[in-house]
């Protein structure tokens, strides 16, 4: 990827172009950890924290009474419609 440009405004927000949050999967409200090395400032994405979870935990979790149980198929379409309705936000 090509260096990029941006200023700091007077509150001192940073802008971080399109292809570079695109690339890198950022989403708003994306936390960070600012480190100072002797190159510069290093940015990088914080992940959250999920915590170990044991399958007694969430065991039938998605269970609602008087539903039928999804088939795997129908699974799978939800997943790709999912997936479909996100790349439509993103452009």
């Not at 570079?20 to 400032?41: A, D, N, V």
């Not at 799978?76 to 790349?87: F, M, P, W």
């Amino acid at each position: 990827m090509q260096p990029s440009h941006t200023v700091m405004s007077s509150k001192g927000q940073v802008v971080i172009p399109a292809a570079i949050r695109e690339s890198l999967g950022l989403r708003p409200g994306q936390s960070f950890q600012l480190e100072l090395t002797p190159e510069g400032l290093l940015l990088k994405p914080v992940q959250p924290e999920i915590p170990e979870t044991e399958l007694d935990d969430v065991a039938g979790l998605l269970k609602r009474p008087g539903q039928k149980a999804r088939t795997i198929a129908e699974m799978d379409d939800a997943i790709r419609l999912g997936i479909a309705d996100n790349k439509g936000r993103s452009e």
